[in-house]
């Protein structure tokens, strides 16, 4: 049986038997972590795919009022943050 994901979203890792192939999970989104390992075929060739690591996560911030577009904004202890959990553009 394939082991579990390590921490920061790392996905499952593979098993594979009984004439079947096993395809991992992708890490978790917004971590960074890394996919799940494909497992090695038992009783034959080839081996299961690995699963696609997690994206990552942007974070800009600054002090005072906001100067800036981009992410999604909010006001933090005295300052701007601007953060981006998918492709996106800062404009200052």
Do not use: K
């Amino acid at each position: 049986v394939g082991g579990t994901g390590g921490q920061g979203g790392g996905g499952p890792g593979g098993y594979t038997g009984g004439g079947s192939l096993l395809n991992r999970t992708a890490g978790t989104a917004n971590t960074g972590g890394g996919g799940g390992g494909g497992g090695a075929f038992w009783g034959g060739s080839g081996a299961g795919t690995g699963g696609n690591g997690g994206t990552g996560v942007v974070l800009i911030w600054y002090t005072g009022a906001q100067r800036g577009t981009g992410g999604t904004v909010t006001s933090v202890n005295g300052g701007t943050l601007h953060t981006f959990t998918s492709s996106g553009t800062y404009t200052p």
